[in-house]
Every structure is written in C-alpha cells, then in structure tokens.
C-alpha cells in the first residue's frame, strides 16, 4: 500500500513542526515541506496531502496587505476544510484555521510568551495528555471561535487556546512541538521584546525551556498520536 502523505507548511525559518516530527511519521507519513516564500506554493492544491500542517509565524492573519500569501492560503484551506480533510495549525497555523473556519483573528491585549498549563476542557481529548503540563505560549493574537468549532483548552491569559472540528480538524495555539529544536534560540534573538512586555526575561525563559521543555515535547507527542490515530480519513 502507498504511504500516506504529510505537508508541513512553514511560514518563517525557525518555525518547523519540530518535536511533531516524530509521531507524523511513525504514525506511517512521509513528510515534506514547503515554505510560503517558495513560489511553487502559490500553485499548490491544499486539499492533496492525507495531512496538513500549518505552522507559526510572527504575522498576522489581519496582515494579508503586507503578506499576500495570506489571503491565497486561506482561499485553499478553506476548501481543505470544507472537505474535512485532516488538517493540523499550530499558532498562527491555529490562526488560520480560525479564521477559514469564519472566526475572527485579531490583535490581543497582553503577550503570552512563556511556558504554563492550560485548562483542558474536553478530557476525552487528545489534549488530555498535556493537562497539567507547562507548554511553551508565544503571541499577541487571538481569535473568536468559530461556528461548529469545540473548545478544548483555555489559559489564564486567553480562553481560546485549542479547538477542533470533529476528529480531523484540530488548532493548538500553544507549541506543545517546541522544549528540544535549539531553533527556540532564533526565537528568542529574534523577538527579545515580546518577553519584556510578556514580564519575563530571557534569563528565566531559557531555565523555564531547560526545565519544561523535554517534558513538554513527550506530552505533545502523545498528543498528536493520539490525534493521528483517531482521524476520520
């Protein structure tokens, strides 16, 4: 039997699907990847690949006049999840599906940037294997949840932090992937600022990524395998 395919899409550099990795492929995926500023991905059909998954970014999805690509990805994931094809945004990939799905993304009042739990509503959920556990929350934005969305987890700082549609759509605003990919350090030099007004330093950013972050990756892994192997494909 042919194996089935997984498209990452990246929207910057130091944001790849990381600690994801592994669970996609032993889940039987071959993986590629395709980042936005390839112009072969203004041609792509985003309902081919068996899954889907749309990584962060520091845009915004408001930003389609600064970033056309924006409002061309939308178009095509918005008929991806109109045939509930199995589809996985993390951050600003949370963002898009959000915004596909006909809720609104805007800018939020505080940075959430650091690492915590957040409050897992659906405990049958494939998030059940976070609960309790600091992930990794780095953005200004949120969203509205959008119609025939569930949600499944809430922080102190944001109500909207994960919601799925049915089994194959799932948006995670947090990055359960991130806690072991040394590209947390491109992150870190590349937004210094977004830690400042979030109250941290980078000092306790980094203790709180040595400290949180492998268990966080574990949790995050068991997550999506349980995802994976409950999807309606």
């Known amino acids: 039997m042919p194996r089935k395919t997984a498209l990452i ?3 910057v550099p130091h944001e790849g699907v990381a600690g994801f990795r592994k669970p996609v492929e032993s889940a039987g995926y071959d993986v590629d990847r395709i980042d936005v500023a390839d112009p072969a991905f203004a041609s792509l059909d985003l309902r081919e690949p068996d899954l889907l998954i749309m990584m962060g970014g520091p845009m915004g999805v408001y930003e389609q006049d ?26 600003f990939g949370a963002q898009m599906i ?28 494939p998030l059940r294997h976070i609960a309790d556990v600091p992930v990794l929350h780095w953005h200004g934005d949120t969203f509205t949840l959008p119609p025939e969305a569930e949600l499944l987890a809430s922080s102190h700082v944001y109500d909207h932090q994960a919601f799925r549609r ?23 030099e590349q937004w210094p600022e ?13 203790a709180a990524h040595d400290l949180h972050g492998p268990v966080a990756v574990d949790a995050g892994r068991a997550m999506i395998r349980q995802w994976l192997s409950e999807l309606d494909a």
Do not use: Y
């Open 166 to 188: 049915g089994r194959n759509v799932l948006a995670l605003q947090f990055h359960a992937e991130m806690g072991l990919d040394p590209r947390f350090d491109a992150w870190i």
């Open 194 to 206: 977004a830690v400042e007004e979030a109250g941290g330093t980078l000092e306790s950013l980094r």
């Open 66 to 91: 600064q970033h056309p690509w924006i409002a061309c990805q939308l178009r095509r994931l918005a008929m991806r999840l109109e045939a509930d094809r199995p589809t996985l945004g993390v951050c």
């Open 98 to 125: 959000a915004e596909a799905m006909g809720g609104k993304v805007f800018a939020g009042p505080h940075k959430e940037v650091g690492f915590h739990p957040v409050q897992v509503h659906a405990t049958d959920s």
């Open 9 to 11: 899409i990246r929207h």
